[in-house]
């Protein structure tokens, strides 16, 4: 089901619990680390100007890369990119509106053959510099991640334009016209399994399947929506890559989490915050190595209910390989002063 566990160390306390060798205590990296919360962050991306030039430019993506590490003693640097430059490199225009989120021109089953999966990975040439860049940069002892979205979550903002709240415009088109949606997503598969492999070929340690969109799908579209297309992402992946470790985030799976767990062949499966943690104990295998899942807001407000959740998590996950993690992505108004207890707090210290 996922990658055996190692008998040597690699010497990055991360990548060893992604391959399964459990630490004494946990390693710990947190989602969207580069960020709105950093005022270092905020500065290089008023230089940059649009956020895409911020992916694209090599010396600046790598500069909001190593900016978190630099601040707190993380055990991982995950790539500074986005999971919408797959449909951007498949030639779907998308931009980033100030105070609204990624814009796309939606696409339909007449749109589709417009996309050009075949320039896609060249159109990627800048991310995989700046993934070159950073292992470079990068302490021996730390793992760098890289990432992608996962098909149906790139593609509920292909076929939506925007972020939506119920995805509908995806549920519907994959309904209406299952033809022209198992099309976009055979594309989405193969240019992502690409775009991966070139990831780990550039230097990546490890890489995330963000399936952030899993929450509001029946069981039958969660197997044909998310488990099969991440299934085939992973096995090609590995066919060129063997025994990659890929961490598996599907936010929302809720009981369909261990059946994704399974069959996908993840190497980690990342929790989200709404996942209990007895329920996360009982269900899933004590070999598999799990990431989370601590609340954003939690971390927002700091003080002892943090402390007392953190402490929760390490304490509920200690008898299998765990990488703390928050169950969603940092906030903007995070304090920088939590985050530094926290990671001190999950070290031990």
Not at 221 to 240: D, G, L, T, Y
Request: glycine share 6%; proline share 8%; charged share 20%.
């Amino acid at each position: 089901m996922h990658s055996p566990s190692p008998t040597i160390s690699t010497g990055k306390p991360l990548l060893d619990t992604a391959l399964g060798l459990k630490q004494n205590r946990p390693p710990v990296w947190i989602m969207r680390q580069a960020g709105r919360y950093l005022p270092e962050y905020r500065a290089v991306r008023e230089k940059a100007g649009s956020f895409l030039d911020l992916c694209y430019t090599p010396a600046l993506a790598t500069e909001v890369t190593l900016q978190p590490l630099r601040r707190f003693d993380l055990d991982a640097a995950i790539l500074f990119s986005d999971i919408l430059v797959i449909p951007h490199a498949l030639g779907q225009p998308v931009r980033f509106a100030q105070g609204e989120g990624p814009v796309l021109d939606p696409i339909d089953e007449t749109t589709l053959s417009t996309l050009k999966p075949e320039k896609a990975l060249d159109n990627l040439d800048m991310v995989l510099e700046a993934i070159e860049r950073i292992k470079l940069a990068l302490s021996e002892n730390k793992t760098l991640i890289g990432f992608c979205g996962a098909p149906w979550t790139v593609a509920t903002y292909m076929i939506g334009g925007r972020g939506s709240p119920d995805q509908a415009a995806a549920r519907l088109f994959a309904l209406n016209h299952p033809k022209a949606f198992a099309a976009l997503i055979d594309i989405l598969v193969e240019v992502s399994a690409r775009y991966l492999i070139a990831q780990f070929r550039a230097g990546a340690d490890m890489v995330q399947l963000f399936e952030s969109w899993a929450l509001n799908l029946d069981e039958e579209a969660f197997r044909s929506h998310v488990i099969e297309p991440n299934r085939r992402i992973i096995e090609k992946v590995r066919s060129f890559i063997p025994d990659a470790p890929i961490t598996g985030f599907p936010r929302g799976a809720a009981g369909m989490l261990a059946e994704y767990a399974e069959k996908t062949g993840v190497s980690v499966l990342g929790l989200d915050f709404a996942t209990p943690l007895d329920f996360a104990s009982s269900n899933l295998p004590k070999t598999l190595p799990v990431q989370g899942n601590l609340d954003p807001l939690r971390l927002v407000a700091g003080g002892a209910q943090m402390e007392k959740r953190a402490n929760a998590i390490i304490e509920a996950f200690a008898d299998r390989p765990h990488i703390f993690n928050l169950g969603h992505g940092i906030v903007p108004q995070t304090p920088i002063a939590h985050v530094s207890r926290l990671v001190d707090l999950v070290h031990g210290r």
